[in-house]
């Protein structure tokens, strides 16, 4: 019997054939835990072992919070300074980890636990990048190994050309809005079609990331051409694998067709990820807005930044919403820097804040105050979720996002494209 690309990946790691429903431990190929929960780990680390199995396929960013924005993070973060120290291990503060993971170390094939509950990003590269909590990471970190339960695999296969207007962060609201919180519970989301074979990885991380949202276990796109441009971009050339893909008698345990053709701009409301709209509808309601927010590990590469520069190239921003950047990472932020925006954004009133996840989680950069409206580009807006849980959050692409700031309430982008 054919094996999904997930069956693959594990069987490959497992050392033996396994299928959905099978128990394995596996080795693993890289272990991220960040300035929050890379703390919370180190307690039942040293429980269990006092030297990390590879100091080298250990990866600690500071990005959720960083530079410290008050002292219990400053002591989180001392702490895990110690710790890395103490282990040989570098710490990173470029940028978000999910973004920093696909731009310097997930390869295609890869096995990867991050505790964090947006792993699933790196599946945009043809890798298993799985979230987990601190106690797992801490064993993965003393061990090199997992323990999972193959999952089943759900195959999404979207065909149809998008018009304008509408990107990656569209479609994959529209799916979210069809799944629910936990229509993809402990299952892998396997995205295909003509559609995602012709997005860029920039386009398909987008799809992985949100996939969190539906309760995944791990999202994947199996590599192609894509992805080997993507690699060669980032300085890391890579021995394509023509076979790192689901054969053509795997076994799903649901195969879902979309046709995006016809999709326009949408967004979530609040407080749910699948109270999705068409933005055209909320347009007319006239929903006016305190700030928006670009940025988060789902929409801050350069290409997100490419659509928000072209909006506003003739259009002043409304001064009575707060404008926030976040470029995801230091290599981000050099491009959009080198292509003249940061200045250009700047010169617009926008808050340009350092790579690293800013407002989204609400502990910085950007905190909400009771009744005020967000449009963000982030992936969650629950009651809460970036400060106040009387506040509003949005969840839109780039272009709806920055043709808000436009206009001060939520708008259709397609207006201010050329």
Not at 190 to 202: C, L, P, Q, R
Not at 335 to 363: H, T
Request: with cysteine.
């Amino acid at each position: 019997m054919g094996q999904t690309i997930a069956e693959k990946i594990f069987s490959k790691h497992a050392g033996k054939k396994v299928y959905a429903g099978d128990f394995v431990i596996t080795k693993l190929d890289l272990v991220m835990a960040h300035d929050t929960t890379c703390a919370w780990a180190i307690d039942p680390f040293y429980e269990i072992a006092q030297k990390v199995w590879d100091k080298k396929k250990i990866f600690i960013p500071f990005d959720h919070a960083f530079p410290a924005p008050n002292v219990q993070m400053a002591k989180l973060q001392a702490k895990i300074r110690k710790f890395a120290n103490e282990q040989g291990i570098p710490i990173t503060t470029d940028g978000v980890c999910h973004q920093i993971m696909s731009e310097r170390f997930i390869n295609p094939g890869n096995l990867v636990l991050g505790a964090d509950s947006h792993s699933p990003t790196g599946g945009g590269l043809g890798a298993l990048t799985i979230g987990v909590g601190s106690t797992d990471a801490a064993i993965a970190m003393a061990t090199g190994t997992g323990w999972f339960r193959v999952p089943q695999t759900i195959r999404v296969e979207i065909s149809g050309k998008l018009k304008k207007g509408v990107y990656a962060k569209d479609v994959i609201l529209s799916i979210a809005k069809q799944f629910g919180p936990e229509g993809g519970n402990y299952r892998v989301l396997e995205y295909g079609g003509e559609t995602v074979e012709n997005f860029n990885i920039s386009s398909r991380l987008t799809l992985t990331n949100m996939s969190a949202e539906m309760g995944v276990k791990a999202a994947i796109v199996a590599p192609d051409k894509q992805t080997d441009v993507y690699l060669k971009e980032n300085n890391r050339p890579y021995a394509f694998n023509k076979d790192l893909k689901s054969d053509s008698d795997a076994k799903y345990e649901e195969i879902i067709h979309m046709n995006v053709s016809n999709l326009s701009p949408q967004i979530a409301q609040p407080p749910d990820i699948d109270n999705v709209e068409e933005v055209q509808k909320l347009e007319k309601k006239k929903i006016k807005i305190d700030q928006v927010f670009i940025g988060s590990c789902t929409n801050c590469r350069i290409e997100d930044l490419d659509v928000v520069y072209s909006l506003w190239q003739k259009h002043d921003l409304n001064p009575q919403v707060r404008t926030i950047i976040t470029p995801a990472s230091k290599r981000v932020y050099l491009q959009a820097l080198a292509k003249g925006y940061i200045e250009f954004f700047a010169k617009k009133n926008v808050i340009i804040l350092n790579p690293g996840c800013g407002p989204c989680l609400g502990r910085h950069g950007g905190v909400l105050y009771d009744n005020e409206v967000c449009v963000s580009t982030s992936n969650r807006n629950f009651t809460g979720r970036m400060g106040s849980p009387k506040a509003l959050i949005y969840l839109s692409s780039p272009a709806t996002a920055a043709a808000s700031a436009i206009t001060g309430y939520i708008t259709d982008p397609r207006k201010f494209l050329n």
